[in-house]
C-alpha cells in the first residue's frame, strides 16, 4: 500500500507563470511591494511570468489605523494617487504610504 508520489505543489522559489485570466496578485502575496497593482499585473500579462514580490521600505509610512482610511489618517493634498490607490495600500499592508510629492 503506497503513500503517493511526489507532490505536484511547484516549489516556493519558483516563479508560477501566469494562470489564464488571473491577475498576478490574485495569486501571489504582494502586500508590502511598492509598486501599484496595475504595475505588478502588466508585467505577469506582458512576459507571462508573475514578478518576484519586492520588499517595501520597513521605516516608510505610518502604521494604519483600524476601522480609519489613509487618506482620513494623513493629509494626503497635493499627492498625485487616487484616494483609492491610497487606501488600497494601507488596507493591504497595515501601513498607510509616506505621502509622495507631484
Known amino acids: 500500500t503506497g503513500t503517493g508520489g511526489a507532490s505536484s ?8 507563470d501566469q494562470g ?4 498576478c496578485t490574485d ?6 511591494d ?8 502588466s508585467i505577469g500579462a506582458d512576459t507571462g511570468t508573475c514578478p518576484e514580490p519586492q520588499p517595501g521600505t520597513p521605516s516608510s509610512g ?4 483600524d476601522g480609519v482610511k489613509c487618506t482620513d489618517q ?10 483609492a490607490e491610497i487606501n488600497s495600500i494601507g488596507e493591504e499592508t497595515g501601513t498607510c504610504p509616506p505621502v509622495q510629492d507631484k
Open 62 to 65: 505610518t502604521p494604519k489605523e
Open 27 to 32: 495569486r501571489l502575496d504582494y502586500a508590502g
Open 9 to 16: 505543489q511547484p516549489p516556493a522559489e519558483s516563479k508560477p
Open 20 to 23: 489564464a485570466g488571473e491577475k
Open 74 to 83: 494623513l493629509n494626503y493634498a497635493g499627492d498625485p494617487r487616487p484616494n
Open 34 to 41: 511598492p509598486r501599484p497593482n496595475a504595475e505588478i499585473n
